[in-house]
Structures are given as C-alpha cells and as structure tokens.
C-alpha cells in the first residue's frame, strides 16, 4: 500500500512540471471556481463542469460520476426527459421536468437534478449516500475543492492535495486566462468608412415535411455480446427498443439486464413453447433484478399465451431472413419499412449481422427523420 501511495504522489508531482508556476496563496473567496476530484484523479476545470450550489444544494455534473472509477454510468432520456445514474446494483432515475427521483422500485425522493448549460447536474449529498460514496470540501491556496471518493482511493485529502498542487495551478492558471477578453487589434492604416450593410435575407421556400414511418422495434436477446453492442447503437442515436429474452437466457445477465432498463429500454420474454412455467419464472427474474414484470411476449404458442393472460407480439416485419449481409440487410428492411403504410413492428434478431445492420439502419432512420420507439402491450394482439 505503501509503495501504490508514493507511486500516485510521484505522478501527480511530476505532471504539468514545466507548467506554469504556483500562483500566490489566496482566501477562500475565489468566486465561484470549484476544482473537482474523483478518487486520485483531477477533473478538468471549465465552465460547463463546474460544480454550483444551489437551495443549499452542491450540484456536480454527469462526467463527474460517470468518467471515472466510481462505478457509475449515467443516461440521459431527452425524450422522457429522464437522466439516468446506475451501478451494478442500483438504479437511480431523475424526472428533470417535474423534479424527484425514484429508484424503479417503487420508492421515490424528493431530490432533484439541473440541466445546465447542455449537462444534467446531481445533487452530490444524495447521489452519494444513495451509492454509499464519501465526498469532502476542502480548501486549497487557489479554490475550493469537491472531491468525491469510493473504496478505491489511495490518498487522503491532504495528501492529494499536496500532490496534485502543481496540476491545479497550471489548470487554475489556464482557466483565468481564459477569461480575459482578447484584445482586436487595431490596422496600421485605420480609415474611416461606412460600414457595408449586408444583403437582406432571401426568401425561399420552405421544403415540405416528408411523411416518415414509425417504426416500433424489437429485438432478440439471444447473445448478450451483440446484445450490448445494440444498445451502445441505440444509445448513441437516442432511440429505444423492447428486448425480448428468453427465461434461461436471463441467468447471469443481471448487469445487462439493469443496463436496459436504466437506458429507458423495455423487457420482455421470448417462448418456444407453451411453457407457463418458464414465463413465471423469468418474470420474477426480472422482478428481482430490475423491479419490473412484462405481459409481452414473443411466442408460436399464442393460444396457451393469451389464455394465460399474456399479450402476444407479433412483428409486421422480420428482418431474420432479409440478407445475408449487413449491407443488403439494411437495405431491404428500408425498401420494405419505405413501402410500408401505418406503423411497423420490426424485429431484429441478435446475430452479429443484424447487430451491424442496426447500425446502418440507425443512421438512415437519424437522417430521414424516422421516429423509432420501444414495442409496448398496446401493439400486442
């Protein structure tokens, strides 16, 4: 332990060495500049990071809690104007457009996170006691200092403070220069003339809006590889899907499981059979591991289904057979969704090829304006 500490002194000591050089101790009074930490790691220092207080509240942005070793990763739903923050364990969700939070099991709090400058901000009190974190205030010679810290930090605070000293003035100094306004310069032969005044804008008409589909998307959830490299697809374009399992595929998936359901995605079974049984049992595994249940399910036996008091999804296009790949997949599931009237229930196997197809797909549905949403019961016979 030891040696792991004078390691992490040494590092800090010798980062930004030829930078610039220590400014002058100065009060605590220093504005409204925050350095902020994770662990034994300093965050950058800009405006758009900054931590702000606000109804007795210390605020720090998304970045802080997911960018490094805390063991958090965060979503942000613009749609359902949700923002997501979720372990391997817990899942945290914040309704930025009525305020509160609930940890999608039934509980609810009054805590509240900001949008701010284009970043969703955290109450840092909650999140951390909601995750068992610890978190300090300190002060430095420069600015205060938010440092946040799990089980896997090395240094104390004033140990890292110490070390860290060089790294923060060269940021600090950094961040004040890029305050102050640059100077124009002026021509050497400056002349007075009028200004030119600019061309009015022309008119033009507008292009009439394009009718796109909607589509409502499904996938099977037979490879938990593919299954991941789907949602970073989906994630990235902000677009939500249904993730069918089947019962046995759920053991040992809880992480991924947890992923799907903090991403804004919905669950549901898949039944080769009519095997009641196995529908019960993957619902209360999916009760134990995400706090939810599905009626959707994705079957051949839909008379044993519905009678038990199932809803049965049954897609208007497959795209299992449509290509052997990815590219002609693509294509063909757009030629079939651009002839298509109303709304289409596309399902999307799991294999790598419709995994990379999804991928294409992804962007010609961004760029044409598609709308693409999770199947739900009410599309279900």
């Known amino acids: 332990m030891k040696r792991r500490i004078w ?3 040494l590092a800090l000591a010798l980062s930004l060495s030829l930078g610039a050089p220590l400014l002058a101790a100065r009060p605590l009074a220093a504005g409204n500049v925050y350095f902020t930490a994770v662990n034994d790691s300093l965050c950058p220092l800009n405006d758009s990071t900054m931590p702000f ?4 509240n210390l605020y720090l942005p998304s970045s802080v809690f ?15 104007q949700t923002a997501i923050l979720y372990s391997s364990n817990k899942v945290l969700e914040f ?3 009525r305020g509160g939070a609930n940890n999608k099991l039934g509980t609810y709090y009054s805590a509240s996170a900001i949008a701010r400058h284009g970043s969703v901000y955290f109450p840092l009190s909650f999140v951390s006691s909601f995750f068992s974190l610890n978190y300090s205030v ?6 205060p200092m938010v440092r946040v810290r799990s089980d896997t930090a090395v240094l104390s605070d004033s140990q890292f403070i110490d070390a860290a000293s060089t790294l923060m003035a060269s940021r600090y100094n950094a961040y004040e220069q890029s305050k102050k306004p640059t100077p124009t310069p002026k021509p050497d032969n400056e002349t007075t003339t009028d200004p030119i005044a600019p061309d009015p804008p ?3 008409e507008e292009e009439p809006s394009k009718t796109t589909a909607r589509i409502l998307l499904g996938i ?16 990235r374009y902000g677009y939500k899907a249904t993730f069918f399992f089947s019962p046995a595929e759920l053991d040992g998936q809880d992480d991924l499981l947890r992923r799907i359901v903090a991403s804004g995605h919905r669950l549901a079974l898949a039944l080769n059979d009519a095997d009641m049984a196995g529908l019960q049992a993957g619902n209360e595994q999916l ?17 044993a289904v519905h009678s038990a008091g199932y809803a049965v999804y049954t897609p208007s296009l497959s795209g299992q057979s449509l290509g052997t790949t990815a590219s002609s997949r693509a294509q063909r599931i757009t030629r079939r969704i651009e002839n298509a009237s109303g709304s289409v229930k596309l399902l999307m196997d799991g294999d790598n090829i419709s995994a990379s197809a999804l991928n294409l797909l992804c962007s010609t549905w961004s760029s044409g304006g598609y709308t693409v949403r999770a199947v739900t019961e009410t599309a279900c016979s």
């Open 202 to 204: 022309q008119e033009t």
């Open 53 to 56: 207080w606000s109804g007795g």
């Open 66 to 80: 997911s960018s490094y070793d805390l063991g958090l990763s965060y979503v942000r739903d613009t749609s359902a």
């Open 220 to 235: 099977r959830a037979d490879n938990p590889q593919n299954t991941a490299a789907i949602l970073n697809t989906l994630d």
């Open 138 to 143: 300190l002060d430095t010679a420069l600015a």
């Open 287 to 303: 009760r134990r591991c995400t706090g939810t249940v599905t009626r959707m399910v994705l079957t051949d036996s839909a008379d």
């Open 95 to 97: 309704d930025l457009a």
């Open 7 to 9: 390691s992490i002194l």
